[in-house]
């Protein structure tokens, strides 16, 4: 494993955990998000291409979008 990919890897271990600990739901999808931006930019390290496009994708873009679209939907049903 090189420095970079050990890097990656502990930038992931603490984004998960960030997502994890924080309390608000929207700083939540935020977090997540972040943590599938880096996952992406670690599979890449690991000449994954087709993974870190998929985990682009889906993880930093459409589950932190669907987690704040049921969040706004939520909101609105409660007034």
């Keep these: 494993m090189t420095a970079i990919q050990c890097a990656l890897f502990v930038l992931v271990a603490a ?7 924080v309390r608000s739901p929207r700083e939540q999808a935020f977090f997540v998000s972040l943590n599938g931006a ?5 599979f890449m390290s690991l ?17 932190p979008l669907m ?13």
Excluded: C, K, N
């Design 38 to 42: 880096v996952l992406s930019l670690f």
């Design 15 to 21: 984004g998960g955990g960030a997502a994890v600990l």
């Design 47 to 63: 000449e994954a291409p087709d993974v870190a496009l998929a985990e682009l994708a889906v993880g930093s873009a459409a589950i």
């Design 67 to 79: 987690i704040l679209v049921a969040l706004a939907h939520i909101e609105r049903r409660r007034q």
